[in-house]
């Protein structure tokens, strides 16, 4: 392979930053863009190759950032276009990449597109959302559900019909079967990728389209009671629709009227759907994010059964991509214990494809399972089910690290287990060199009970 060739977003790593928590300009004891501009000496020392940031635009704040009231600016927490130019002039100038969080799936309630549409009936506007009128004796129109749990349908007083919201009731969803709104969110990624961002990160990507005749979804046969309330039900009409192949497809052929530029889903899928997300001829997304290891069995002959079954399935020159967390999942290492994250460290950055690390800053608030400020944990107790609301940490952000097979591993190592290592951990730089152990214990009970 030609390394000088391949593409940045092969080789190079990523650093995430949730703009909230990171650096605060201003006193506010927020952090916003001016402080990132100020970090940039600390991301170029980190020697990382581009940077990816969570949410910047207005917002309520509802679903921290994640429910936009204009795609087209910047929140005045975060500061403004003028700052978001500033900052990626300066990055590009020590060729540091920028990324940016793309949220076509939902608006936020107060988004100007959803104001007018709940206007009424007639509005231009009514179609980009999913309004459905109520069932005979006035309930939801299907059993779908929030994954934050209850009915996905609230109903609008006003307009006496229910709109659909798979998340939040304040994140209502875009209709992407009306080709209008399709046109408005890829011209949103125009706005963004004429101001010199290099790609986004689309979230919740497989959710964009649902069926068209919203029939109900069928129970979920493996349902274990105390795991969140959505998963009774699969989500078989309103998720992965086979229509959203030609949305990735056309999000793509957007960021390829630019050079260079990348395309990452979000997208929790078993494997053999995930990969279809590479599109036909790999037409779709650059990367689509495999999670398969944030719920594998930690035990080697799984792990490898994984590894095998995610290579099998790849399409013909696919690049691979591997996450071994990320802000949205607990720590590993609360998942598997500190020894282990050491091991699944190694393992994430010598898989062939693209490696995605979180690495939770450590912070003395940390508790249990969550290495996130103590406000996170209070919050998941008020709202059992209710992930998103635990899973945007605003005072945790995240080191995703990205390289490509063989020649930026040893790179990627050094600059994630070495130098970050020792603040996730607590401990001393010089006190613990990194030694790798063996899954053998594990591999020992595999074969114990084989
Ligand atoms: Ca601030």
């Known amino acids: 392979m030609n390394h000088a060739a391949i593409s940045w977003w092969r080789k190079g790593i990523l650093y995430q930053i949730y703009p909230r928590s990171f650096q605060d300009s201003n006193g ?42 204009n795609y087209l600016d910047v929140d005045p927490i975060f500061g403004t276009l003028d700052d978001f130019d500033t900052l990626v002039a300066a990055a590009h100038a020590s060729d540091l990449k920028v990324i940016l969080d793309l949220v076509p799936n939902h608006t936020s309630d107060q988004h100007p597109w959803f104001i007018e549409s709940r206007g009424s009936h007639d509005n231009p506007k009514r179609d980009w959302y999913l309004w459905h009128e109520p069932r005979a004796d ?35 969803d875009l209709n992407w079967r009306n080709p209008a709104v399709r046109q408005a969110i890829y011209d949103v990624m125009r706005f963004w990728l004429r101001r010199g961002v290099d790609g986004f990160r689309v979230d919740v990507l497989w959710h964009l389209i649902k069926d068209a005749e919203f029939r109900d979804n069928p129970p979920n046969p493996n349902f274990r009671p105390g795991r969140p309330p959505h998963e009774a039900l699969l989500p078989l009409y309103t998720t992965d629709r086979p229509e959203i192949l030609d949305v990735v497809t056309e999000m793509r052929r957007v960021v390829d009227e630019f050079r260079d530029r990348v395309l990452i889903g979000e997208i929790y899928l078993p494997v053999d759907r995930l990969v279809a997300y590479y599109g036909r001829e790999l037409s779709g997304a650059h990367l689509p994010f495999n999670f398969a290891l944030l719920s594998a069995p930690w035990n080697a002959r799984a792990i490898a059964k994984l590894i095998d079954d995610y290579e099998s399935a790849l399409p013909a020159d696919a690049w691979p991509n591997w996450v071994l967390g990320n802000h949205d999942r607990p720590r590993v290492a609360s998942r598997v214990g500190q020894p282990q ?36 944990r209070s919050v998941r107790e008020k709202r059992p089910g209710d992930r998103r609301r635990t899973r945007r940490l605003p005072h945790a952000h995240a080191m995703e690290c990205r390289g490509s097979w063989w020649v930026h591993h040893r790179r990627a190592l050094v600059t994630v287990v070495e130098r970050l290592r020792p603040r996730e951990c607590g401990e001393s730089r010089h006190g613990h060199p990194f030694r790798p152990q063996s899954l053998s214990r594990d591999d020992r009970v595999a074969k114990g009970n084989a």
């Not at 969570?54 to 994640?66: C, L, R, V, W």
């Not at 059993?143 to 998340?167: C, I, P, V």
């Not at 190694?346 to 608030?365: E, F, Q, S």
């Open 138 to 172: 006035g309930t939801a129109p299907n059993n779908w559900m929030s994954e934050f749990g209850g009915s996905a349908w609230k109903y609008d007083a006003g307009t006496k019909q229910y709109y659909y919201h798979a998340f939040l009731r304040e994140q209502p």
């Open 28 to 69: 506010d004891g927020i952090g916003d863009l001016p402080g990132i501009i100020h970090r940039m000496p600390y991301l170029f020392d980190l020697g990382v190759d581009a940077v990816w940031l969570s949410p910047i635009f207005p917002s309520p704040m509802a679903d921290f950032g994640y429910d936009i009231s």
């Open 341 to 376: 994250a050491r091991v699944a460290a190694m393992l994430l950055l010598t898989l062939r494809g693209t490696p995605y690390a979180v690495l939770w800053r450590r912070n003395r608030h940390a508790t249990g399972r969550y290495c996130a400020r103590s406000g996170t």
